[in-house]
């Protein structure tokens, strides 16, 4: 019976189902998304323009490369396949010696690698000289498992700004980030703004990146760094000029001491206990340093140092950016700015789950008075501090 019958479709419909087909035709479905917010092919500044006007028509040629590559092999193994009165001792028609073929297949490669070799240097060329042009300077440090952002905004040479998980730049300029890493390789990739760059110990990495308009990108560690290198998310928030020098000249003042209530109870549990690894401006500094000369200059977690927390509420994520600190209110499960900090929208209940057991949220080896812990651990807080914690935290703004 032909292929083209009922059967025959059955036939074909349980040959795709083995898991012989299967596992490749759940990647590709798995691969298929629309307003996915990691899509490199939805360029949203220049320079990733730049990127994917080079990309797409390599790929053009790559995919003609192939069908044409593909489709000749096909062709020459069914003409010349073996038959059953074929003559053994007898050898197929010998193309050596014949110029024209040997040319051929020789300089059509030549010249295809030069076509996609030449925009390709150009490409290169153009993305670094866009360095030229950067207007501020921002180190990034991979942890495991989160990323700090450092700036030198009154540039006297030291960072006046302390940040994590939200990377906040002014929309529309160049902005140069120097890369590195605090303990293992990390890779920094924001898809709609630039390509990766990996975070090297010892070693300092420059990528620019440049957003059009104002808005939120998301991005993802992309070089393995261990037990949650699958939850060591960024976050790229791009804001007007205005809202930038607003926002920075905040983020530069210390943090104000609530005076009543669970917020200032949280605050002096977060004196006593938090300081071992994390510093607000304004509210632990002594206690802070105090624990570092324990310490001999550095805290026991997160090779060495923890998120600095003093504007925390002013963030879009926490815990690695892969909890929202606000309430999502439009559903695409990205804080926008303009959702940060809308009465009654702060994520408490998650907060809170994070400080009861921030290793049962978030997999880390966290151990206390380990030298090798990686992550926060299990302070195991009462439901009262826990909730006093929660109502300091919100105050951070």
Known sequence: MSDAGPSGRHSLVRRLLTPRWALPLLLFLGACASDAPQDTLEPKGPIARTIDNLVNPVFLVAGVVFVLVEGGMLVLLRKFRRRQDDDDSELPPQVHGNLRLEWGWTVVPFLILVGVAVPTVMTVFAIDAKADDATMTVQVTGQQWWWEFRYDTNNDNKPDIITANDLVVPAGETIRLEIRSNDVIHSFWIPALN???????????????????????????????????????????????????????????AAKMPTSGDAAAGAELFKGVCSTCHLARGINDDDFAAK????????????????????????????????????????????????????????????????????????????LESPHSRGMPNYNLTEEQIDQLAAFFETLD
């Not at 939850?231 to 804001?239: D, K, S, W």
């Open 195 to 253: 390509g990766k760059k990996d975070a090297v110990p010892g070693r300092v990495q420059e990528l620019t990146v440049e957003a059009d308009d104002p808005g939120t990108f998301v991005g993802q560690c992309t070089e393995f760094c261990g037990l949650s290198h699958a939850y060591m998310r960024q976050r790229l928030v791009a804001l007007s000029r205005s809202d930038f020098d607003s926002w920075a000249a905040n983020q530069r003042e």
């Open 292 to 367: 570092m000369d324990e310490q001999g200059g550095r805290a026991l977690l997160e090779s060495g140092v923890a998120p600095d927390l003093t504007h925390f509420a002013t963030r879009g994520a926490f815990a690695g950016a892969i909890f929202n600190l606000w309430t999502d209110t439009n559903g695409d499960d990205i804080v926008e700015w303009n959702e940060i900090g809308q009465p009654g929208a702060f994520n408490t209940n998650q907060l809170k789950a994070w400080l009861r057991d921030p290793p049962a949220e978030k997999p880390m080896h966290a151990v």
